[in-house]
């Protein structure tokens, strides 16, 4: 199958933007990348309305600092999701993820955090990590406040943030906590193996190319060795046993697919719940289009329902 309508037009309407002299984003700096990338989030719009949004400084692990924001779509969420944002562990803000957040948290019903966790170069592996695994203690001690009760807590993440979640989830395991009653990874990368057939198909280079990808693994772990890393590959964890239950997104079109359901496959042979779907005809990237592909709208659908349900049943059994 190839990419879908919707996607193949947003591709060339991109491309005519950026006019025949533009240079790959991998051929950029990161910073250059930044302003690049960062006119997306305009497509996007505001957002739904939430009951309240907070703004929280944290500090982290080696003092510095980390931002976060919190969507509180009503007075009482039925649970709390920590969100980490994709963009390679170089790109993006949870200024550009605000819109996802808010419907997030409008179409689930759970408050949700967006972590602006810091980003390489500037701040390589394993800050990112670190952070992450800051802002969810925080949101775990939180609970009461963000929500008024002892609610579900969540994480989650695209991309890049799928990889944080992912290792944040084993993390909260190997810690015995925060206690999870569910991850979620949309297209998570999860091992720096460029030799995967899915980065070798040439119908999946088109938003997330191969050579950006390894652009953004040499920003983020320019050490070739510390790859394999648990913490920077979370698929060469030695086992994943007795982690949070997990609804695992891929993209059919998609360099990342295959490491994506390898994980989603080791979790399950592991005997952790797994939930499972490739989205047929999509590109990489495709969750964050929000109000710009169509199938951004279906999968946020699905993402709200399981944290309904894994929300309701866990406080069936909390009850």
Do not use: C
Not at 16 to 23: I, M, N, V
Not at 102 to 112: D, E, F, I
């Amino acid at each position: 199958m190839a990419l879908d309508e919707a996607t193949t037009a947003f591709l060339t309407g991109m491309a005519q933007a950026a006019g025949p002299d533009a240079k790959p984003l991998w051929e950029l700096t990161a910073a250059e990348a930044r302003v690049v990338s960062g006119g997306l989030k305009d497509l996007y719009g505001p957002g739904p309305e939430v009951h309240r949004t907070e703004d929280h400084t944290l500090t982290a692990y080696d003092g510095g600092r980390i931002q976060v924001k919190v969507l509180v779509p009503r007075e009482k969420p039925n649970a709390v999701l920590v969100y980490l944002h994709g963009g390679g562990w170089v790109l993006e803000t949870i200024e550009g993820y605000e819109t996802l957040g808010r419907q997030l948290a409008t179409k689930s019903g759970a408050a949700v955090v967006l972590v602006n966790y810091r980003k390489a170069p500037e701040h390589p592996f394993p800050t990112p990590v670190e952070d992450a695994w800051t802002a969810l203690q925080w949101a775990e001690e939180n609970l009461d406040r963000i929500a008024g009760a002892r609610v579900p807590l969540f994480v989650g993440g695209d991309s890049a943030g799928g990889n944080l979640a992912a290792v944040t989830a084993i993390r909260a395991r190997n810690n015995g906590g925060p206690e999870l009653a569910g991850q979620v990874l949309l297209y998570p990368a999860t091992d720096a193996d460029f030799s995967r057939a899915s980065y070798l198909e040439p119908e999946n280079q088109s938003f997330l190319t191969t050579e950006f990808m390894q652009w953004f693994w040499n920003h983020y772990v320019p050490e070739p060795d510390l790859r394999v890393h648990p913490e920077a590959s979370p698929l060469r964890t030695e086992s994943l046993a007795d982690l949070a239950p997990a609804l695992v997104i891929t993209a059919e079109h998609d360099i990342l697919r295959d490491e994506g359901e390898a994980y989603a496959a080791r979790l399950k042979e592991s005997g952790v719940g797994v939930e499972h779907h490739r989205w047929p005809g999509q590109m990489h990237a495709f969750f964050s289009m929000v109000n710009v592909l169509p199938a951004s709208a279906d999968v946020m659908d699905l993402v709200a329902d399981s944290i309904r349900t894994r929300a309701a049943a866990t406080d069936s059994v909390q009850s």
